[in-house]
Nanobody
Framework: QVQLVESGGGLVQAGASLRLSCAASGRTFSIYHMGWFRQAPGKEREFVAG????????YYVDSVKGRFTISRDNAKKTVYLQMNSLKPEDTAVYYC???????????????????WGQGTQVTVSS
């Protein structure tokens, strides 16, 4: 069983950058599609980015395309979310998640993901 621990959140000004990390325990990290989600107060959890287990294909919600980059290092069992040009509307708790599906497709639906980290707060001030 894989356990996920996020880090790297914080308080920054608009336009700044942050790099989130999600470290996984266990031996089977490479079999999971990985995703980053976020949840702002009073809002539903939102897909931000996903990366496939095989060819590291990446997927993004439109609002972060060109600003955020998801990547993974299977040897380090870590997935990253590089966030540039941060905006106040990016403020949320960010969660990483793992999906052990037989499908080659990376899902943007939270209920598809079996494993979740505890979340890390990102606050962007204007």
């Amino acid at each position: 069983q894989v356990q996920l621990v996020e880090s790297g959140g914080g308080l920054v000004q608009a336009g700044a950058s942050l790099r989130l990390s999600c470290a996984a325990s266990g031996r089977t990290f490479s079999i999971y599609h990985m995703g980053w989600f976020r949840q702002a107060p009073g809002k539903e959890r939102e897909f931000v980015a996903g990366i496939s287990r095989s060819d590291s294909s990446t997927y993004y919600v439109d609002s972060v395309k060109g600003r955020f980059t998801i990547s993974r290092d299977n040897a380090k069992k870590t997935v990253y979310l590089q966030m540039n040009s941060l905006k106040p509307e990016d403020t949320a708790v960010y969660y990483c998640a793992a999906d052990r599906t037989f499908s080659g497709l990376v899902s943007n639906i939270a209920s598809s993901y079996e494993l979740w980290g505890q979340g890390t707060q990102v606050t962007v001030s204007s």
